[in-house]
């Protein structure tokens, strides 16, 4: 066996243990919250030794932010799958403008928020999520506006798309301590009514 060879099964070995760090971590923090989401209790979550868990994230807030990008980063690629399954005609605005709340309104969202709270206080935390939050606003704008099938160089439309966003976040936040499914429905329907007669005349030909 060549030494490249020996090395593939454990570096898949390596993958694996960080992925299940990630996504230890990422339930920790929606579910107890920034205080409680340690190195020790997302190592134990994620079946693996504190060792290892450091070897892969220094410190904790190496591990929760590497958790977010990563978890972000599957969620994305989760809206493009299902964008490829998005009704074509009149309903497809309000299951762009669904789908896009839903991103907002699930874990991830709330791991996010225990993130910004502590950032908001602590300048070293802060230092690593800013870069990764701003890649979540690129990442989920250009994907708006790629679904939408929209021109951004028609005054109006990036400002417009941004509000969609901007809704969709807020719409997360009043979700966060009840569920607040039942009164946001019809505001989703209506924001998409009114996104259709905004962004009319700013749709690409296709």
């Known amino acids: 066996m060549t030494e490249t060879a020996a090395r593939e099964p454990q570096q898949d070995r390596s993958r694996a243990t960080r992925r299940r760090l990630l996504e230890a971590a990422v339930e920790c923090l929606a579910e107890h919250g920034w ?20 070897h892969h994230f220094p410190t904790r807030e190496d591990l929760v932010a590497a958790a977010v990008d990563h978890v972000t980063d599957v969620r994305l690629g989760e809206i493009r799958r299902e964008a490829a399954e ?10 762009i403008v669904d789908m896009l709340v839903r991103h907002y309104t699930g874990p991830l969202f709330r791991a996010a928020l225990q993130l910004w709270t502590a950032a908001s206080s602590d300048e070293s935390l802060r230092a ?28 109006g439309v990036r400002e417009t798309v941004q509000a969609t966003l901007d809704m969709a976040r807020g719409l997360g936040l009043a979700n966060v301590l009840t569920d607040d499914s039942k009164r946001r429905r019809p505001i989703v329907r209506q924001w998409a009514t009114t996104l259709d007669a905004v962004l009319e005349g700013s749709k690409e030909c296709r």
């Open 128 to 155: 690593q999520v800013v870069p990764v939050e701003a890649k979540v606003g690129r990442e989920a704008h250009r994907v708006a506006v790629e679904l939408l099938g929209v021109d951004e160089s028609v005054p």
């Open 86 to 95: 998005l009704p074509e005609g009149g309903a497809r605005t309000e299951a």
């Open 35 to 54: 205080t409680s989401t340690t190195v020790s209790v997302v190592a134990e979550r994620a079946g693996v030794s504190r060792g290892a868990a450091q």
